[in-house]
């Protein structure tokens, strides 16, 4: 091809590839193609770097102005029509690749450009940066770009207002302050609302309902009104069983030695069975505890015994009472009718109960009093060589055996799932035995003797005598392998059954013991007497923790109730006292509600039973006449 032709055919393309813009042509009238001569072309050639140079500064002024309003004014949206049109007239609006024109052209733009400046970035091309820069301007410069960019996106700041800022970026070339490092996420619009989406339709039912199942009852019960889907789950058995044994549940005891053998009352737990409604459960053990801390409870008097009752002991199904008349009775806890009597009456006088009538409540008074009708007296039973001689001053039974100690200086076993079989009876103290207790292995008794005994419990041998308190042991607790005993000589002792030696003790102020408990967890000592008031040790350290005040006479008995967190205790004040175990104070008051001294009281999660000197026992049931409440019996 020779020179003519080829510049004839270069003039062409020029043409073909310049806009159209107002500023090169002057006349502002479209061009028409011609043919070019070969004169044509060298004059053109030689005017080409002023005219493309002109061209350049016209097009990236249209176009940046153009960009800058139509980003500014909708950045959200598609570019308008005449956007594209203008867009499309030029060669920033084409895609493909550069002609030898728009190389040379950059070029020659690009060494016109001051050493140290850089071209900010537009919406079509990047930005242009020179590599005469220090190093790491650039890199920085391109960062803060991005940044600006996305903040844009993310704030909607005019571009306006991004450029008064480009200026603020620090020239930092070595560390990197100033250059904001972000991720995908930190760009989203905080604006948007928040999506919720309901979980019980996103995960399984199953999966719902074993969350629900942490929840407290407050927040189930709420859950319930949600919907009628939450309500369907919210009232799943399982998650109200979760919530009723969190409740009421029994608590964790540090080893198997430590947890009491022998069970006085019940639980409250209900039995497990598959359509065991949970919710209700939980609603009349609320239900309970409110009439516990209202003092709302019904007075139901047991009368059979001809003189006063020592000693008492219940379950869910029977009543247990020892008395001064030498027998053992036992009643049915739901009748309370007397179904068993255990021993011969001493002969003389019966002892005549004063009327109920002259009872005066000056605590809480019953929301209601009965008197349980009397029934046909049952058989007595009686072995004339293993029945107790004197009166019954202690007694404790499991589900197996029934243990009784009586002012004749014995102990005898009976067994339970024989129809209340006699035994076996134990011989070794010099005075009346005063209180008993036993656990898988052992059996403890104390004595007036001053005395305590270690018995094996299978074969009824005498394993050890702990001797060590000056007056008459009243009242004893084991735990494990150790003991725990209270006396008249003013102190409380804490034995090892192991070596025999009294490792602690803990005094009262100035008078004896009358009774004692010992905690579960084995951590707790509380001891009452003539004193008026209930000590509460620490056993580890023989430490006095706090006092309970209350009474106005010698506490006679005390019972703790660690499954229900209460503290019950009996007075010659002929009261009957709850306290709060964990805070100590006062929840019920129940004085008066029976004409003589009170001498022994054990609760469970709705009655108290009480033993008075007035030959009577009296059942505070805080669950008579509560729809449902059978079903916490286990």
């Known amino acids: 091809m020779d020179l003519k032709t080829t510049l004839n055919t270069f003039y062409i393309e020029k043409h073909l590839e310049e806009p159209e813009s107002p500023i090169i042509s002057p006349s502002h009238e479209p061009r028409r193609l011609r043919k070019a001569s070969f004169g044509d072309a060298l004059c053109d050639l030689r005017s080409f770097p002023q005219r493309t140079m002109r061209s350049i500064i016209g097009l990236c002024d249209r176009e940046s ?5 139509s980003e500014r004014d909708h950045p959200d ?7 594209l ?4 007239s030029t060669s920033f609006g084409r895609s493909r690749r550069p002609s030898l024109l728009k190389t040379l052209t950059t070029h020659n733009s690009t060494s016109q450009s001051p050493v140290n400046s850089i071209s900010p970035s537009t919406r079509i091309e990047p930005s242009f940066v020179p590599c005469t820069v220090a190093g790491g301007t650039a890199a920085r410069a391109a960062a803060a770009a991005q940044n600006e960019k996305f903040e844009a996106k993310r704030t909607r700041v005019p571009r306006q207002d991004l450029k008064s800022t480009e200026s603020k970026v620090p020239n930092d070339s070595e560390s990197g302050v100033g250059i904001e490092v972000r ?12 999506v919720r989406r309901d979980p019980s339709y ?12 942490y929840l407290d009852a407050a927040s189930i019960i709420n859950a319930d009104l949600v919907s009628r889907r939450w309500h369907r789950t919210a009232a799943s058995s399982h998650v109200w069983k979760h919530i009723f044994w969190r409740e009421f549940g029994l608590p964790c005891f540090p080893s198997p030695d430590n947890m009491p053998i022998v069970d006085v009352g019940g639980f409250g737990l ?21 009439r516990w801390t209202s003092s709302s409870a019904a007075a139901i008097y047991l009368e059979g015994h001809r003189d006063s009752v020592y000693c008492v002991q219940f379950d869910e199904h029977k009543i247990v009472t020892g008395s001064r008349d030498r027998t053992v009775r036992v009643w049915d806890a739901h009748t309370y009718k007397c179904i068993k009597v255990l021993g011969v009456p001493k002969p003389g006088n019966i002892h005549m109960n004063e009327p109920l009538a002259n009872v005066t409540s000056r605590g809480r008074k019953p929301t209601i009093s009965i008197t349980a009708s009397r029934h046909e007296e049952p058989s007595f039973i009686a072995d004339p060589s293993l029945h107790h001689k004197g009166s019954i001053l202690c007694l404790q039974f499991d589900k197996d055996i029934m243990i009784t100690g009586s002012s004749d200086h014995t102990l005898i076993i009976w067994d339970i799932q024989e129809d209340y079989k006699p035994n076996r009876r134990l011989r070794h103290h010099k005075a009346g035995v005063l209180d008993v207790c036993f656990d898988a292995k052992h059996i403890v008794s104390c004595s007036k003797d001053s005395s305590l005994c270690l018995w094996d419990r299978q074969t009824g041998h005498l394993l050890r005598v702990l001797r060590g308190h000056r007056g008459p042991v009243n009242a004893v607790q084991l735990r494990g392998s ?10 409380a002792k804490l034995w090892n059954l192991e070596s025999g030696l009294c490792i602690k003790e803990f005094p009262s102020k100035d008078r004896g013991m009358a009774c004692v408990e010992f905690s579960p967890d084995s951590s707790t000592i509380l001891a009452g007497g003539n004193d008026q008031v209930i000590y509460q040790f620490d056993a580890n350290t023989g430490k006095r923790i706090r006092t309970l005040e209350g009474h106005r006479d010698l506490v006679r008995s005390l019972y703790l109730d660690s499954a229900n967190g209460r503290i019950i205790s009996g007075s010659y004040d002929t009261s009957v006292k709850a306290f709060d175990s964990h805070t100590g104070d006062v929840i019920c008051d129940f004085t008066g509600w029976t004409t003589s001294w009170m001498l022994a009281a054990k609760s469970d999660y709705r009655r108290i039973v009480a033993a008075s000197q007035d030959s009577r026992v009296v059942v505070m049931d805080f669950g008579y006449q509560l729809p449902g409440v059978e079903l916490l019996e286990g």
């Open 65 to 69: 102005s153009t960009a800058v309003d």
């Open 482 to 491: 150790l003991v725990v005993s209270a006396s008249g000589d003013g102190f």
């Open 77 to 83: 949206q598609p570019p308008s029509p005449n956007w």
């Open 85 to 88: 049109r203008r867009a499309a």
């Open 202 to 213: 996103s995960l399984p039912e199953e999966l719902v309902t074993h969350i629900l199942s």
């Open 270 to 290: 209900g039995k497990e069975r598959p359509d065991q409604n949970w919710k209700r459960m939980w609603k009349i053990r609320k239900a309970l505890q409110s």
């Open 183 to 194: 991720g995908q996420f930190d760009y989203m619009d905080n604006t948007l609302p928040v």
